[in-house]
């Protein structure tokens, strides 16, 4: 990064360059953290005039120290300055709470506002200084090369560090220059804390013998990690036999492929794979993965933090588990009115008033009602159809299994039914009940799988 002009130029200009705000929309930026409070609005103050994204300010209290409430006063006042929106939040962790139980908080926090204002990006100030201690502590820790990458300045779910190729001492050159408040956290000098050991103790003990190259050496450690991170990532589509499909927060592989290959190289496709879906899969749990997928279909493997692995048929499954994930689905779905639109589970109900058409398919995700008369439901025992242009009825859970839907998704998969008569399974099998006659009124239902190419306006 070129050290000349003033700093907000230089960070307008890494915005630009590195295309971090590639979309126009709001941002909620994380005010408070260490010695945060200024640095960030004050750069923000002079860049955001051509930056492509309208800030709001954030500020938590952890409730780990008696000063949280005061600094988010300030932060608040700040903010008014500038003529930022601005959000306050309590967390009430204590005075035991980890540093990992005090960033998974904040961050579900910033997420829960950027979900709220309908936020495009969170922004944080995160500097070179703690790139730094992240690749030296993910070293001491044994990370492999995709964690030595260190903090990226783009993240999942609209997550951007505008400030890291800058140092923490002229960030706080530049804001007390211009007498913005600045509050550092007692936190950051606490041994008892791993990153602020390491920050006060180790760094500090690692510059004196080895000098300024130090820090150097370890930038460059993590450019390296990560230009072999993208070498991964883009491998993935290279690799046309590993059959990769990204669903939503979840994925797929061919089976046959993670079991052919080198153990070594499944591993590492696995662990590219999951970084795109945002699980972070050490190289333990992704061999436990390529031992399961040796196993029979059905099989299932908890990784934790509520994802697993599935092996369904000829396929490899990792994702979250429905039960989950935070969800407005619904467990049963009622026609309200003419028409509308509802979550079930995974998917997305929509019905209308239509004429019905001289055919109607049996294995496909529209279909026609002769009324208003039903619901979409869970599978029940017993459940089964007759089929549109079939005779004898066929068990659900058998269709449910030659259409290879996985073990773990059949109970949530949707059916529709009028009382205990089944009408529909969505993308398998049409009933031969309730067909409408060509041209009369009736009622279309439509069935989208979030996450598939239809439901992303995909082809």
């Not at 450690?221 to 669903?247: S, T």
């Not at 040796?294 to 369904?312: C, I, K, T």
């Not at 041209?439 to 069935?447: C, S």
Request: hydrophobic share 40%; aromatic share 6%; proline share 7%.
């Amino acid at each position: 990064m070129a050290t000349t002009g003033s700093l907000p130029a230089r960070v307008l200009a890494h915005i630009h360059e590195d295309r971090l705000f590639r979309m126009p929309g709001e941002a909620a930026r994380r005010g408070v953290g260490r010695c945060r409070l200024g640095r960030v609005t004050g750069c923000l103050k002079h860049a955001r005039r051509g930056a492509p994204a309208r800030a709001r300010g954030g500020a938590r209290d952890h409730g780990i120290l008696p000063a949280g409430r005061p600094v988010g006063r300030t932060v608040k006042q700040l903010a008014e300055k500038f003529g930022l929106p601005f959000e306050f939040t309590e967390l009430s962790l204590g005075p035991d709470a980890t540093e990992t139980a005090a960033r998974r908080a904040r961050y579900a926090w910033l997420r829960a506002v950027q979900e709220r204002r309908g936020a495009k990006y969170i922004v944080t100030a995160h500097h070179e200084d703690d790139q730094v201690e992240t690749i030296l502590l993910r070293g001491l820790r044994g990370s492999a090369p995709a964690g030595l990458a260190g903090i990226a300045a783009r993240g999942r779910g609209g997550l951007v560090r505008p400030l890291l190729p800058f140092t923490r001492s002229e960030l706080l050159a530049h804001v007390t220059e211009r007498g913005l408040p600045v509050y550092d956290d007692p936190a950051n000098r606490d041994p008892r804390h791993l990153r602020s050991w390491v920050r006060t103790t180790l760094l500090p003990l690692l510059t004196e013998r080895l000098g300024p190259r130090l820090r150097r050496d370890v930038l460059a450690q993590g450019r390296h990690a990560a230009g072999d991170r993208r070498a991964w990532d883009r491998m993935l589509d290279l690799v046309p036999d590993l059959g990769l499909r990204v669903e939503g927060s979840g994925f797929t592989v061919a089976r046959a492929s993670v079991c052919g290959y080198d153990n070594a190289l499944s591993v590492a496709l696995l662990r590219a794979a999951a970084r795109r879906v945002g699980l972070v899969l050490g190289p333990t749990r992704a061999q436990r993965i390529v031992a399961l997928a040796h196993r029979p279909s059905g099989r299932r493997l908890p990784l934790g933090d509520g994802w697993s692995a599935e092996v369904a048929f000829d396929q490899l499954r990792v994702g979250r588990d429905a039960n989950s994930a935070v969800s407005c689905a619904l467990e049963r779905v009622w026609p309200t009115g003419e028409r509308g639109t509802a979550r079930f589970g995974e998917f997305e109900i929509a019905w209308s008033p239509a004429s019905a058409p001289v055919q109607i398919e049996r294995a496909t995700w529209t279909t026609w009602l002769d009324s208003a008369a039903w619901e979409v439901r869970r599978p029940a025992r017993g459940d089964a159809l007759v089929p549109l242009g079939g005779v004898g009825h066929r068990p659900v859970r058998r269709l449910l299994m030659e259409a290879r839907v996985p073990r773990s998704a059949r109970p949530r998969y949707p059916v529709v039914s009028r009382g205990a008569t089944i009408l529909w399974v969505p993308g398998i099998c049409r009933s031969a009940e309730g067909v409408p006659a060509p041209g009369t009124r009736a009622v279309r239902l439509d069935v989208i799988e979030c996450g598939s190419a239809e439901s992303d306006g995909g082809a």
